[in-house]
């Protein structure tokens, strides 16, 4: 009786398989549905276009292992699989706590997976799709991210401060708590994410797609957001110093409570943006378009608002130390707001303030 014989009496008598060496075996469209491999020897085997339904691996060694076509809802519990590669359909994967370090992933279409405290240090992925798909308490260390797109996924806490992310797309992606530090991001897509919490110091985004995502609680400090698309995006209580937005899009972005610093933003499209309760200070706000856009609250020190456009621009129970506004049209500027006023009487007789 042959490997693939044994197996599928197995499977069809519902044993696990427990302890034996498939090592450097060929398995080619193999039906390993329902099959339990417990402790067995992997290492250097060869899966191509098998059937995983409801297989299980526990504590299984699939070093330098290769995986190709139609990888269909397995689970990977413990397993060593470092130096192992990937390429085809990856579709209700489970990975957890195993060690995928230095493995190499091609043309992946990674569907509806989960890596749970995975070790994915020193792994490439390269034209992979990620849609649906959670990774949480992994090892990455440093990680290659090359033409990959992510939609719907989940990456967090994670430090891709040593990483590579070239040619990549996100959206809908949950990315809290991460670190972006140092990374050439140029011209990325991240749309409709969430990187709230996150860390971008020295990050570049220079013509990034950037609209409708979240950069709220983060600190940013000398990264460059110039000529960037950033339209309806948050960057509510975050600590900007340094950093570079000038000719962006941030038409109704929100920078409520946000703190900046030596920052600039110099013919930046701030139009209808909320910039309520915004601290600033010694930052650059030349030839902005500022029209309908809401300042009240804000406390200014030494700014340069020289030449912007201002059209119903908002700037009740403004503050402000020695800012320029030369060359804008005051007549533009909402300095006593009425509705605000009344507002604030009613929040004020419930205890709550502006």
């Known amino acids: 009786m042959n ?14 398989l427990s302890n034996v ?17 417990i402790s067995c020897q992997f290492t250097r085997s060869i899966f191509k276009g098998c059937d995983f339904k ?50 190499l992933w091609s043309n992946c279409d990674i569907k509806t997976s989960n890596f749970s405290q995975c070790n994915l240090e020193s792994s490439r992925f390269l034209g992979c799709h990620f849609d649906t798909t959670s990774v949480t308490a992994a090892r990455i260390g440093i990680i290659s991210l090359t033409q990959c797109d992510f939609n719907n996924v989940t990456l967090m806490g994670f430090d891709f401060s040593k990483s590579a992310i070239t040619e990549c797309s996100f959206c809908q992606a949950l990315l809290i708590t991460c670190d972006f530090s ?4 140029s011209g990325v897509t991240l749309t409709k994410s969430t990187c709230n919490d996150s860390k971008f110091v020295g990050t570049k985004l220079t013509k ?25 995006s948050l960057f509510i209580n975050s600590r900007i110093d ?49 029209s309908y856009t809401n300042i009240s609250y804000a406390a200014l020190n030494h700014c340069d608002f020289s030449s912007s456009q201002c059209k119903a621009t908002n700037i009740h129970a403004l503050t402000d130390n020695e800012s320029n506004w030369k060359g804008v049209d005051q007549a533009q500027l909402i300095k006593v707001d009425k509705n605000q006023q009344q507002l604030d009487k009613q929040l004020k007789e419930y205890g709550v303030s502006a």
């Open 182 to 185: 140092g990374l050439d991001m």
């Open 242 to 290: 340094g950093s570079d937005f000038s000719k962006a899009d941030l038409k109704n972005s929100n920078f409520q409570g946000a703190i900046l610093s030596k920052s600039d933003f110099s013919d930046s499209d701030m139009s209808q943006a909320w910039c309520k309760s915004m601290e600033a200070a010694d930052s650059n706000f030349s030839s902005v378009n500022l």
């Open 208 to 232: 990034g797609q950037l609209s409708e995502t979240g950069f709220s609680d983060c600190t940013i400090e000398n990264a460059d957001f110039s000529e960037a698309k950033l339209q309806k």
């Open 21 to 37: 060496d498939y090592s450097g075996k060929s398995f080619d469209a193999v039906d390993l549905c329902g099959a339990i491999f």
């Open 54 to 103: 409801g297989a299980s691996f526990m504590q299984c060694d699939h070093q330098e292992a290769s995986f190709t076509d139609s990888l269909s809802m397995p689970v990977f519990i413990q397993c060593k699989m470092n130096g192992s590669k990937w390429s085809g359909d990856c579709t209700s994967a489970t990975f957890s706590e195993g060690d995928l370090s230095n493995s």
């Open 3 to 16: 490997y693939i014989d044994e197996i599928q009496n197995n499977i069809a008598a519902g044993i696990p």
